[in-house]
């Protein structure tokens, strides 16, 4: 019996179905369901990883098993092209980006190919084709014209290494996300989307994504960061000219009369303004300037600040006057960029409070407190109670407390109920030459203006240099100098160019067709989107997601777009781990050049003398090493076996621990499964011919054949419902039981041969999607004519999918008490007096009256005694 050999068989298949063109979308108009399956597309940056090899292996399996279900099925493939490592890579090996970027273009196009995707590659595109940002450009001019554009000067997040501006969705743990560089922050005049806008609208229509996972609407939600509160105006007394009022927002205004002292931050125009003359200010300034700029990193740094010797009076009695001071702990991003402080009740202003001898009043009383003796020590309380030291807001809960404080600054007219949100506005702006230019030119005479779109698109410079640190844009000054559109008189162009989040904010348009004159078609948009299964990684529940729910809304707007939710369902897979391994002077090396001696110690392969230190199980990262190459597991063990472990190990929203042993695994089942169909097809083959043309109904009549037609259809049903909703793992254990089950029938002189081929084709149908080229050579090997990739997906024989016997659980007073197996058609007569007979359900019962006896077919019995 021969071997299944996938280096001969996957490149095979891979040309049968290029030259049959089966992936191909069909057009708009031809009649049939769209499914449109999308995988957020990668950044090329050399070659693919094991992370890559899941992610679209899990939308090639849905894609597929679409296809054969009879949907007109959207699956393209692009590139998220523009971005700072190609600028890295240029600085480090002397090549252009543009050149580094499509020669990793070239090599993961093919490495992709020899996975065995069900991709159109006819629509494929990188997002620095000028093809394609050019109409990038064009929509934001079309923003700018709708008023969802701004320029403005704005403190930024400044990354000293990449030396670019980054938006507060790219600054993790106060770290840059691409380049790990502590973040720094900067006054810079920045281009800004105007997603704010719509942050009331973006948060409510989150309730309407239920094919979305929880967490991340729930990440989504706590991004936008909605609160009800009131905006206070407190006067200022010894402050310069031009400040005489300070605008302060609070979700708290029930615990004014706690309040301490106001701050502001160092980025506050106050701040600014007090920096001009006063040493001590700048420095502090200069000082905050340099620290992280996440939430987490302000909380974790020491409380401080500089008094500004300037005094606020309380809104609700202008005697009483509160210091003002410059504190590091206070965000411009959030509200009004200022505070009024309650100590009691806030653990940073308590800290803040204790570091400079500020009073601590507290003015909420925990339940069984008593007000006379209760003091706050070294921890806020935040929690619920009654107001106390509160005037007339005395006794009333804070919920009580802060509508009838409200209703009172409001007749003072020193506040108002406003509804805030966490959600800035999206800085676009990025000081570097591999992105998208900005169609913009700065006139003298003219000021700002926009680039005619008949000149678009405004491309890069060929020749660019990055021997010295930031914007080569900058410095070209051949490329920058132009002439204006409006007056022709000399100009110079936006040497910014655009976060690459912008070119992956609506990308999935334009895979539903790639005009030439447009951004998108109005009759393929209308057609294909939402996207029907969108699938990545959580980390980008809100730099991507988000974004891209803005932008949908933005083209909708424009004219683009028809609606403003772009991906009606959305999965996020686990990632890739695996263990790191490094040498005793803890020097990571690959798992390719670790081997095992005898007696299980790891060592170096090139030196087994060097013992290898076994670490941590993580995500696999090119930093640790911790990387398989999928190229040489596919050169050894063909992608389908790759393909079948990604699915296989575990649930796909969970991580999946890539091992050897689970690789050897994968493989040994591929050779079984072929060795099933082989051995068994030379007997069966002659009846792939009816069956191909459905002439052949196959109707068990042995006891054995009827259990086999059972378990086959049973499986496919199961199958069915598990590809339905991403359960991946649970269909691969469907085919290994079906597997095992049609070997064990394969032995049995009663099952006939039309039974057994059914069986044998369904087996390969249902795991087709999943490993499509062993599935392919199954099913030739069976006979067929036509191709997989062409055949439709079987439906199930109802008749026989329901159990002859069911169990049911029985329940005395709510309690379960037994089971009991009964027949599947029985009735609710027949179902009481089986439980009734059960010794289990006669004890609990005992001598008690039944008052009630409840019913429900197919799930429950319970009697109410």
Same mark, same amino acid.
């Given at each position: 019996?021969?071997?299944?050999?996938?280096?001969?068989?996957?490149?095979?298949?891979?040309?049968?179905?290029?030259?049959?063109?089966?992936?191909?979308?069909?057009?708009?108009?031809?009649?049939?369901?769209?499914?449109?399956?999308?995988?957020?597309?990668?950044?090329?940056?050399?070659?693919?990883?094991?992370?890559?090899?899941?992610?679209?292996?899990?939308?090639?399996?849905?894609?597929?098993?679409?296809?054969?279900?009879?949907?007109?099925?959207?699956?393209?493939?692009?590139?998220?092209?523009?971005?700072?490592?190609?600028?890295?890579?240029?600085?480090?090996?002397?090549?252009?980006?543009?050149?580094?970027?499509?020669?990793?273009?070239?090599?993961?196009?093919?490495?992709?190919?020899?996975?065995?995707?069900?991709?159109?590659?006819?629509?494929?595109?990188?997002?620095?084709?000028?093809?394609?940002?050019?109409?990038?450009?064009?929509?934001?001019?079309?923003?700018?014209?709708?008023?969802?554009?701004?320029?403005?000067?704005?403190?930024?997040?400044?990354?000293?290494?990449?030396?670019?501006?980054?938006?507060?969705?790219?600054?993790?743990?106060?770290?840059?996300?691409?380049?790990?560089?502590?973040?720094?922050?900067?006054?810079?005049?920045?281009?800004?989307?105007?997603?704010?806008?719509?942050?009331?609208?973006?948060?409510?229509?989150?309730?309407?994504?239920?094919?979305?996972?929880?967490?991340?609407?729930?990440?989504?939600?706590?991004?936008?960061?909605?609160?009800?509160?009131?905006?206070?105006?407190?006067?200022?007394?010894?402050?310069?000219?031009?400040?005489?009022?300070?605008?302060?927002?609070?979700?708290?205004?029930?615990?004014?009369?706690?309040?301490?002292?106001?701050?502001?931050?160092?980025?506050?125009?106050?701040?600014?303004?007090?920096?001009?003359?006063?040493?001590?200010?700048?420095?502090?300034?200069?000082?905050?300037?340099?620290?992280?700029?996440?939430?987490?990193?302000?909380?974790?740094?020491?409380?401080?600040?500089?008094?500004?010797?300037?005094?606020?009076?309380?809104?609700?009695?202008?005697?009483?006057?509160?210091?003002?001071?410059?504190?590091?702990?206070?965000?411009?991003?959030?509200?009004?960029?200022?505070?009024?402080?309650?100590?009691?009740?806030?653990?940073?202003?308590?800290?803040?409070?204790?570091?400079?001898?500020?009073?601590?009043?507290?003015?909420?009383?925990?339940?069984?407190?008593?007000?006379?003796?209760?003091?706050?020590?070294?921890?806020?309380?935040?929690?619920?109670?009654?107001?106390?030291?509160?005037?007339?807001?005395?006794?009333?809960?804070?919920?009580?407390?802060?509508?009838?404080?409200?209703?009172?600054?409001?007749?003072?007219?020193?506040?108002?109920?406003?509804?805030?949100?966490?959600?800035?506005?999206?800085?676009?702006?990025?000081?570097?030459?591999?992105?998208?230019?900005?169609?913009?030119?700065?006139?003298?005479?003219?000021?700002?203006?926009?680039?005619?779109?008949?000149?678009?698109?405004?491309?890069?410079?060929?020749?660019?240099?990055?021997?010295?640190?930031?914007?080569?844009?900058?410095?070209?000054?051949?490329?920058?100098?132009?002439?204006?559109?409006?007056?022709?008189?000399?100009?110079?162009?936006?040497?910014?160019?655009?976060?690459?989040?912008?070119?992956?904010?609506?990308?999935?348009?334009?895979?539903?067709?790639?005009?030439?004159?447009?951004?998108?078609?109005?009759?393929?948009?209308?057609?294909?989107?939402?996207?029907?299964?969108?699938?990545?990684?959580?980390?980008?529940?809100?730099?991507?997601?988000?974004?891209?729910?803005?932008?949908?809304?933005?083209?909708?707007?424009?004219?683009?777009?028809?609606?403003?939710?772009?991906?009606?369902?959305?999965?996020?897979?686990?990632?890739?781990?695996?263990?790191?391994?490094?040498?005793?002077?803890?020097?990571?090396?690959?798992?390719?050049?670790?081997?095992?001696?005898?007696?299980?110690?790891?060592?170096?392969?090139?030196?087994?003398?060097?013992?290898?230190?076994?670490?941590?199980?993580?995500?696999?990262?090119?930093?640790?090493?911790?990387?398989?190459?999928?190229?040489?597991?596919?050169?050894?063990?063909?992608?389908?076996?790759?393909?079948?472990?990604?699915? *296989?190990?575990?649930?796909?929203?969970?991580?999946?621990?890539?091992?050897?042993?689970?690789?050897?695994?994968?493989?040994?089942?591929?050779?079984?499964?072929?060795?099933?169909?082989?051995?068994?097809?030379?007997?069966?083959?002659?009846?792939?011919?009816?069956?191909?043309?459905?002439?052949?109904?196959?109707?068990?009549? *042995?006891?054995?054949?009827?259990?086999?037609?059972?378990?086959?259809?049973?499986?496919?049903?199961?199958?069915?419902?598990?590809?339905?909703?991403?359960?991946?793992?649970?269909?691969?254990?469907?085919?290994?039981?079906?597997?095992?089950?049609?070997?064990?029938?394969?032995?049995?002189?009663?099952?006939?041969?039309?039974?057994?081929?059914?069986?044998?084709?369904?087996?390969?149908?249902?795991?087709?999607?999943?490993?499509?080229?062993?599935?392919?050579?199954?099913?030739?090997?069976?006979?067929?004519?036509?191709?997989?990739?062409?055949?439709?997906?079987?439906?199930?024989?109802?008749?026989?999918?329901?159990?002859?016997?069911?169990?049911?659980?029985?329940?005395?007073?709510?309690?379960?008490?037994?089971?009991?197996?009964?027949?599947?058609?029985?009735?609710?007569?027949?179902?009481?007096?089986?439980?009734?007979?059960?010794?289990?359900?006669?004890?609990?019962?005992?001598?008690?009256?039944?008052?009630?006896?409840?019913?429900?077919?197919?799930?429950?019995?319970?009697?109410?005694?």
């Amino acid at each position: 019996m021969s071997s299944y050999e996938p280096q001969t068989h996957e490149p095979n298949w891979q040309k049968i179905w290029d030259a049959e063109n089966c992936f191909a979308a069909g057009a708009a108009d031809d009649g049939r369901e769209k499914y449109y399956v999308l995988e957020m597309f990668p950044y090329p940056s050399g070659r693919i990883h094991m992370g890559h090899v899941r992610n679209y292996t899990m939308g090639d399996v849905i894609a597929r098993f679409r296809m054969a279900q009879g949907y007109n099925v959207l699956h393209p493939m692009g590139w998220d092209a523009f971005g700072m490592p190609a600028e890295n890579a240029a600085m480090e090996k002397n090549v252009h980006p543009r050149d580094w970027t499509y020669q990793n273009i070239d090599t993961m196009r093919d490495q992709l190919k020899s996975m065995g995707l069900a991709i159109d590659w006819s629509r494929e595109f990188a997002t620095c084709d000028p093809t394609y940002y050019k109409h990038e450009q064009a929509m934001f001019l079309d923003f700018l014209e709708a008023g969802l554009v701004e320029r403005r000067e704005s403190i930024v997040n400044w990354d000293p290494v990449d030396q670019t501006v980054l938006a507060n969705e790219q600054v993790i743990d106060g770290r840059g996300w691409r380049s790990g560089a502590p973040v720094e922050q900067k006054n810079l005049t920045q281009w800004f989307l105007k997603i704010s806008d719509y942050s009331e609208e973006l948060l409510n229509d989150l309730e309407g994504l239920t094919r979305w996972p929880e967490n991340v609407r729930l990440m989504q939600k706590n991004w936008i960061g909605r609160s009800e509160g009131m905006e206070l105006r407190f006067d200022l007394k010894g402050a310069p000219e031009g400040f005489e009022h300070l605008d302060i927002y609070t979700t708290r205004p029930d615990t004014l009369y706690g309040a301490s002292f106001c701050a502001i931050s160092p980025d506050h125009p106050l701040a600014r303004k007090l920096a001009e003359t006063n040493e001590e200010m700048a420095a502090f300034l200069t000082e905050c300037a340099q620290r992280g700029t996440s939430e987490a990193d302000i909380e974790a740094a020491e409380k401080k600040g500089v008094f500004t010797n300037i005094q606020a009076s309380h809104p609700l009695d202008d005697s009483w006057m509160l210091p003002v001071y410059v504190a590091n702990f206070v965000l411009m991003e959030y509200g009004t960029g200022a505070v009024y402080a309650c100590p009691a009740h806030d653990q940073r202003d308590l800290d803040f409070a204790r570091k400079y001898d500020l009073p601590v009043i507290p003015v909420v009383l925990p339940e069984g407190a008593a007000a006379e003796d209760y003091e706050i020590e070294n921890d806020a309380f935040i929690g619920d109670g009654k107001m106390i030291n509160s005037d007339f807001m005395n006794g009333l809960t804070p919920a009580a407390a802060f509508q009838a404080v409200a209703e009172k600054l409001e007749t003072l007219g020193r506040g108002k109920r406003k509804t805030n949100y966490r959600l800035r506005d999206w800085g676009v702006s990025r000081q570097r030459y591999w992105g998208c230019p900005i169609p913009i030119v700065h006139c003298g005479s003219c000021g700002v203006v926009p680039v005619a779109k008949s000149d678009l698109p405004v491309t890069l410079p060929e020749d660019v240099s990055f021997d010295k640190p930031g914007n080569p844009l900058d410095r070209d000054i051949d490329w920058k100098t132009t002439t204006c559109p409006s007056c022709g008189g000399d100009a110079q162009r936006e040497t910014d160019t655009f976060d690459t989040f912008i070119d992956s904010s609506w990308y999935y348009a334009r895979f539903t067709e790639l005009c030439e004159n447009s951004a998108t078609d109005a009759k393929s948009v209308a057609y294909w989107l939402p996207v029907d299964q969108y699938i990545g990684g959580i980390e980008h529940a809100i730099l991507h997601l988000l974004y891209s729910r803005f932008y949908a809304r933005a083209m909708e707007k424009t004219g683009h777009l028809h609606l403003k939710e772009p991906f009606a369902g959305l999965f996020t897979q686990g990632m890739v781990i695996h263990e790191t391994f490094s040498t005793p002077d803890k020097i990571f090396v690959t798992p390719d050049e670790v081997t095992q001696t005898e007696d299980g110690q790891h060592v170096l392969k090139s030196d087994m003398s060097v013992a290898i230190n076994v670490g941590p199980v993580e995500k696999m990262s090119k930093s640790k090493k911790n990387v398989v190459d999928p190229t040489n597991i596919i050169a050894k063990y063909g992608a389908d076996t790759a393909r079948w472990f990604m699915l *296989s190990d575990s649930p796909p929203e969970r991580d999946v621990h890539w091992t050897d042993a689970g690789v050897e695994g994968a493989y040994r089942f591929i050779q079984r499964l072929w060795r099933l169909v082989d051995s068994h097809a030379d007997q069966l083959s002659t009846l792939a011919n009816l069956a191909d043309k459905h002439e052949q109904a196959v109707h068990p009549q *042995s006891e054995a054949d009827k259990a086999l037609y059972k378990t086959v259809h049973q499986a496919l049903a199961a199958t069915t419902d598990d590809l339905n909703r991403l359960a991946f793992n649970k269909a691969v254990a469907r085919i290994y039981e079906l597997s095992n089950a049609l070997s064990s029938a394969a032995t049995n002189d009663g099952i006939s041969k039309p039974v057994l081929f059914q069986g044998l084709s369904y087996l390969i149908i249902m795991a087709g999607p999943m490993i499509p080229h062993l599935a392919e050579t199954c099913w030739q090997r069976l006979g067929h004519q036509q191709i997989l990739a062409k055949t439709k997906w079987p439906v199930a024989d109802d008749a026989v999918l329901m159990d002859d016997v069911i169990t049911l659980p029985v329940q005395v007073n709510g309690k379960k008490r037994a089971e009991i197996e009964a027949p599947a058609d029985a009735g609710e007569d027949d179902i009481k007096t089986l439980a009734l007979a059960d010794e289990r359900v006669i004890k609990a019962i005992a001598d008690k009256d039944i008052r009630k006896f409840i019913f429900v077919p197919g799930k429950i019995i319970n009697f109410v005694v």
